[in-house]
């Protein structure tokens, strides 16, 4: 099963836990606040199955501008959001230091209000579920090893990468 991969940041969500989710008029604003849009489309990176969820980590670890413990990812079957919203290739518009991802990228397109909170609503019924595979959490500092790798390779633009991984690299 593929799926479209965003990264969020998890403690804005409904966890199940310590809140519920029920219906979107109980979604915390500061969860769609994390739906950050630009020209009314919203970024996803494509995966063909959950074995590649750490790749599209390492894709956005590696531009980030400062250091942070860990990262937390979704994933959402591309069927589920195929039906309900227009999809678009975009690899024009990912953004990443990683040389073979940028085909990877997607955008839902032509967003609205209403969208977002149908979006919103998608992702709030993941997260509050318990030891939910489509959340993954991946702690940065085990990834520096990797990065090492993928520029040794050649695999990374070393002027895309984030201010935190130049300085990790040099």
């Known amino acids: 099963m593929s799926y479209l ?13 310590n809140s519920c989710f029920t219906n979107i008029k109980e979604l915390r604003a500061d969860a769609i606040s994390d ?5 009314d489309t919203l970024s996803w990176w494509y995966i063909n ?4 969820i750490e790749e599209i980590g390492l894709a956005f670890i590696s531009i980030l501008p400062e250091s942070t413990d860990k990262i937390s990812l979704i994933a959402i079957p591309y069927e589920v959001l ?4 227009k999809l678009k290739n975009t ?18 397109c032509d967003l609205n209000y209403s969208d977002l909170g149908r979006i919103g609503s998608i992702i709030a019924k993941e997260t509050i579920k318990n030891k939910n595979p489509l959340i993954h959490r991946i702690k940065v500092s ?19 990468l984030g201010k935190y991984l130049k300085r990790k690299l040099l």
């Open 5 to 17: 991969v965003r990264k969020i940041t998890i403690s804005k969500w409904p966890d199940g836990v």
């Open 35 to 39: 739906l950050r849009t630009q020209s």
């Open 49 to 52: 199955d959950l074995d590649e």
């Open 82 to 85: 195929s039906q309900s919203f």
């Open 91 to 108: 690899p024009e518009n990912g953004i990443t230091a990683l040389k073979n991802m940028k085909e990877k990228h997607y955008d839902i």
């Open 142 to 160: 085990k990834t520096i090893e990797k990065f090492k790798k993928l520029y040794s390779d050649g695999n990374l633009d070393y002027d895309s």
